[in-house]
Nanobody
Framework: QVQLVESGGGLVQPGGSLRLNCAVS????????MSWFRQGPGKEREFVAG????????HYGDFVKGRFTISRDNAKNLVALQMNSLKPEDTAVYYC?????????????????WGQGTQVTVSS
């Protein structure tokens, strides 16, 4: 059974940091393109960061601007998102997702598997 379980969300002040983790079971992460998406209140789900098969390339949404880093530990089947310099506009539910599909990694419709999401709130 495939499961993606996110953790690490919470309330943080502007300028702070959080590390999100995605624990994967049911498949081997190294065989998939793994990404993080987010969905803020009243907004569409948007691409945050992704890592290609075999860690060849990483991709980031334009709004990230060097603040976030995606990483993958294939031995542990974990994918992480380190978020620094957080802003109130980063407030959203963050989702881990996986795909073996080809195409733009930013395409939300490319993904077969999703986690349940973890809430990130940036507020003073």
């Amino acid at each position: 059974q495939v499961q993606l379980v996110e953790s690490g969300g919470g309330l943080v002040q502007p300028g702070g940091s959080l590390r999100l983790n995605c624990a994967v079971s049911g498949f081997t992460t190294k065989d998939y393109r793994m990404s993080w998406f987010r969905q803020g209140p009243g907004k569409e789900r948007e691409f945050v960061a992704g890592v290609e098969w075999n860690d060849t390339y990483t991709h980031y949404g334009d709004f990230v601007k060097g603040r976030f880093t995606i990483s993958r530990d294939n031995a542990k089947n974990l994918v992480a998102l380190q978020m620094n310099s957080l802003k109130p506009e980063d407030t959203a539910v963050y989702y881990c997702a996986a795909t073996r599909g080809h195409g733009y990694i930013e395409n939300v419709f490319l993904y077969n598997y999703w986690g349940q999401g973890t809430q990130v709130t940036v507020s003073s």
